[in-house]
C-alpha cells in the first residue's frame, strides 16, 4: 500500500517483476546513454525488429533547422506494415489469437480471430478497396465502431499501400466531411451503426450528411454492425458483406518505401482547424514496436490491452501496430468503462485474464468515484502492467490505480507522448525504474528530452529544472509533416525553439532527474483526454448566427481534467436564457462533436482586450479557475469594467 502521508513517495518494482522484465535499472542506463550517444548505430540495430523486403542501408537523415525541415529514418529500406503485422507471424503462431473483440453488451459472444484468420479477413478486405480503385497512395477515411474490422481496414491500406485516416466515431458530420475533403478521399469504410454503453450512434447516416457536403469523388464501404436502418446510394455505396463473400482471401502485400506514408491522423492545435498528422510506414513501425514491448514489458503469450479507441493515436500505435507487429494478443473493447456498470472493465479483465491493461486517468478517476467494491469483486490476480496515458495524472488516481486495481503488485506505466510522436517519449519502465504518483518519470531510448526557459529559449541545464518540454533529436515514430502543408508543420513545431522540436507541454524535472508533465502551455485543451483547439469550439460558437463573439478556456473538471469554459458575446438585440445555453451546446456538438460540448457558458457582456483588441486569455483563465484573485497585470486592458462583470457572473464557484 502506499504511504499516506506521502503520496507522491517511490514505489521500486518488486523482485519478481525485475527478474522477469525485458529492460532492469542498469540495462536502462546502458542501452540509453548508448542510444543517446550514437544513435544511428542504436536505430540500425532495432531496426530490424520489423521484417524488410529490401534492408535499409540508411538510418537516419535529420534536420531540424526551420525552413529546410527534413525526417527521414531508414529511407532506403522497403517494406509492408500489414506483413509485418500479419504474415510474418503465420508460421509460428496462425493459430494464435491476434484480436480478442469484446462487444459493447457483456450479454453477447466476444470474438478470437487467429492470425490466420487476421490474414484472411485482411486480404479480403484490401482486394475489396482495389476493387473499389483504391490504389497506392490513395486515401481512405475509416469511421468505425471499435469492432475487428476496424483493425481489417486498417491493415488492409497498408497491404495496398493506401494511406488510411481514421476518424473518432464520436466526431459530426461536419467534422468527417472535413476530413474527407482534406485528403480527398477515394473511399469511406463505415458500419451502419455504433453501440456504446447500450446507445446507438448513427454512422452510415452521419457519413451520407458528411458526403453530401463533399465534392470529393468518394465511394462507402459500409460494414454490417447493428442492422440497423439505413440508407444505401446506388453506384456510391457498397455493403462490405457483400463483397467479402466473393473477395479473393489472397491480396500480396505491396513493396513501400521506408518513409511512404502509413497515414494521417488529425489532431488538434492552438490555432487553425485540425492538422492531418502525417506518420512513415518503417520507422513509425519500428518505434510502434518496440516501445509497446518494452514499456508494458510484453512477453509472449501475454494478453494485452488498450482501452482507447482506434479513433485516436494510441489506437493505432497501441491497440493494432505495435501489438500486432510484436505477433501480441491485443484486446479490442466496443463499449464504455460503466456499461453496464461501473465493474465492466475489471469483469473483462477476469473474463480475458488480461496481463497488461493500458488506460486513461480520465477513466480511473470515474470508476475510483463509483467505489472500490466494483474492482475487488473481480479476480485481477492476471494483471502484471498497469499503463496510462492521456493527461497528467493525479496522485489520489494513481495510488487507487496502484493500491485497488494492481494490489499493489503491478508497475505503473505513465506514459507521455503525443499524436505527433507516434510513440512513447517519456516513460518508466516496469523493471527499471522506482515510479512517483505523478510523473511520466524517464525519457525512452533515443529521445534527449531539453527543458528550456519559455521565453528566451535557453536550456536550463541540471536539476531540478521547470520550463517548457522540446526534444532536441529525432526518433523514428516522429511524425513526417502536415499533409498538404509541410510550411504549417515547420512552423507549428520548430518555430518557437529553434533547432528544436517543440511539444506544447511544460515539464518539471526534479531533484532525482524525474520528468513531470505540468500540462500544455499553448491553447490546447485537454478533456477527457480528448485533445481539443480552444479556436475550433470558438469557431464553432461564432458560427452560430445569434453569437457575436466567443472566447473558450479550460478549467479544473474533477473527472474530465479540465472542463470547456466558454465566454459568449450575443448579437446586439439577443436575449441571454437557459434554451439557448441548450441551443449552442448542441450547435457544437453537431459541429465538431459530442466531446466538444460546453461545460459551462458564461453571458459576457464584452471581453477583456487590450487596446489593440487582443482577447486577454490569462485573465478568462484565471476567471474560469474561480482564482481571480490573482489577474494580474490588467493596466493595459481596454475596458477594465468587463473583469469586474465577469468576475461577479463568473460560472465556476467551486
Ligand atoms: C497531449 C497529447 C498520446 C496519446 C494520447 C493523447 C497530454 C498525453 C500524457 C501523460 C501528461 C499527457 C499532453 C500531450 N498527455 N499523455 N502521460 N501525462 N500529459 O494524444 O491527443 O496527441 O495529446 O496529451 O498534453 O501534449 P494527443
Not at 88 to 115: F, M, N
Not at 135 to 150: L, N, Q, S, W
Not at 435 to 452: D, Q, Y
Not at 511 to 525: C, K
Request: hydrophobic share 35%; proline share 6%; with cysteine.
Amino acid at each position: 500500500m502506499s504511504n499516506p502521508h506521502h503520496p507522491t513517495h517511490p514505489h521500486p518494482p518488486s523482485p519478481e517483476v525485475v527478474a522477469n522484465a525485458h529492460v532492469t535499472a542498469e540495462q536502462y542506463e546502458t542501452m540509453y546513454a548508448a542510444s543517446i550517444a550514437d544513435p544511428e548505430g542504436f536505430w540500425r540495430e532495432e531496426g530490424k525488429r520489423v521484417d524488410w523486403i529490401k534492408p535499409y542501408s540508411q538510418v537516419k537523415d535529420v534536420d531540424f533547422t526551420l525552413g529546410n525541415v527534413k525526417i527521414n529514418w531508414f529511407a532506403d529500406g522497403t517494406l509492408n506494415a500489414s506483413a509485418n503485422c500479419i504474415d510474418r507471424h503465420l508460421a509460428t503462431r496462425g493459430d494464435q489469437t491476434a484480436i480478442i473483440w469484446e462487444p459493447d453488451s457483456p450479454e453477447d459472444d466476444a470474438k478470437h480471430i487467429t492470425y490466420t484468420e487476421l490474414h484472411g479477413h485482411t486480404c479480403r478486405m484490401a482486394n475489396i478497396l482495389k476493387g473499389m480503385g483504391v490504389t497506392k497512395g490513395d486515401r481512405v477515411v475509416i469511421y468505425m465502431p471499435m469492432i475487428p474490422e476496424a483493425a481489417y481496414a486498417m491493415l488492409a491500406c497498408a497491404r495496398i499501400g493506401a494511406i488510411h485516416s481514421i476518424v473518432f466515431a464520436g466526431f459530426s458530420p461536419d467534422a468527417l466531411a472535413a476530413r474527407v475533403t482534406g485528403s480527398d478521399a477515394r473511399v469511406v469504410i463505415t458500419a451502419d451503426e455504433a453501440p456504446r454503453g447500450g446507445k446507438a450512434t448513427p454512422l452510415k447516416t452521419n457519413a451520407d450528411k458528411a458526403l453530401a457536403k463533399c465534392d470529393t469523388d468518394t465511394k462507402m464501404l459500409v460494414v454490417r454492425r447493428t442492422g440497423g436502418d439505413i440508407a444505401m446510394t446506388e453506384g456510391r455505396d457498397h455493403w462490405f458483406h457483400e463483397l467479402e463473400a466473393k473477395a479473393d482471401a489472397d491480396c500480396p502485400p505491396e513493396e513501400m518505401a521506408a518513409e511512404d506514408p502509413l497515414f494521417i491522423l488529425y489532431t488538434s492545435g492552438s490555432t487553425g482547424q485540425p492538422k492531418g498528422v502525417v506518420h512513415s510506414t518503417g520507422g513509425y513501425l519500428v518505434y510502434a514496436a518496440m516501445t509497446h514491448e518494452v514499456t508494458f514489458d510484453y512477453h509472449d503469450g501475454d494478453i494485452y490491452w488498450c482501452t482507447a479507441d482506434v479513433g485516436w493515436v494510441t489506437g493505432h500505435s497501441y491497440i493494432v501496430y505495435g501489438p500486432l507487429a510484436n505477433g501480441a494478443t491485443t484486446l479490442m473493447f466496443e463499449g464504455v468503462p460503466t456499461y453496464p456498470d461501473a465493474s465492466r472493465f475489471w469483469q473483462v479483465c477476469e473474463k480475458h485474464k488480461v496481463n497488461q491493461f493500458y488506460t486513461a486517468p480520465t477513466a480511473i478517476r470515474a470508476l475510483m468515484g463509483k467505489g472500490n467494491e466494483f474492482v475487488s469483486k473481480c479476480d485481477l490476480s492476471s494483471l502484471k502492467v498497469l499503463g496510462t496515458v492521456g493527461e497528467p495524472i493525479n496522485p489520489e488516481a494513481w495510488n487507487w490505480y496502484n493500491d485497488v486495481v494492481g494490489g499493489g503488485r503491478c508497475p505503473i506505466v505513465d506514459t507521455w507522448w503525443q499524436t505527433e510522436t507516434g510513440g512513447h517519449l517519456l516513460t518508466p519502465l516496469p523493471g527499471a525504474h522506482a515510479t512517483k504518483p505523478g510523473a511520466a518519470m524517464k525519457p525512452f531510448f533515443g529521445i534527449n528530452p531539453v527543458i528550456l526557459e519559455p521565453t528566451t529559449g535557453e536550456v536550463i541545464e541540471g536539476n531540478p529544472a521547470e520550463g517548457v518540454l522540446c526534444i532536441a533529436d529525432s526518433w523514428p515514430g516522429q511524425m513526417r509533416s502536415v499533409w498538404g502543408d509541410h510550411e504549417r508543420f515547420e512552423k507549428t513545431y520548430f518555430s518557437d525553439y529553434k533547432g528544436y522540436y517543440f511539444s506544447g507541454d511544460g515539464c518539471r524535472r526534479d531533484a532525482d532527474g524525474d520528468y513531470w508533465i505540468t500540462g500544455r502551455v499553448d491553447d490546447v485543451i485537454n478533456v477527457s483526454g480528448h485533445r481539443m483547439g480552444t479556436a475550433e469550439v470558438e469557431s464553432a460558437l461564432v458560427a452560430h448566427p445569434k453569437v457575436a463573439e466567443a472566447a473558450v478556456v479550460g478549467y479544473p473538471h474533477e473527472v474530465k481534467g479540465q472542463g470547456i469554459y466558454c465566454y459568449v458575446t450575443l448579437m446586439g438585440g439577443q436575449e441571454p436564457s437557459e434554451e439557448l445555453r441548450k441551443e449552442l451546446r448542441q450547435w457544437v456538438r453537431e459541429e465538431i462533436g459530442p466531446i466538444a460540448s460546453p461545460d459551462l457558458i458564461q453571458w459576457a457582456p464584452g471581453l477583456p482586450k487590450t487596446r489593440s483588441g487582443k482577447i486577454m486569455r490569462r485573465i478568462l483563465r484565471k476567471i474560469a479557475e474561480n482564482d481571480y484573485g490573482a489577474l494580474g497585470d490588467t493596466s493595459t486592458l481596454a475596458e477594465p469594467a468587463v473583469v469586474d462583470d465577469l468576475i461577479e457572473n463568473r460560472m465556476n464557484r467551486a
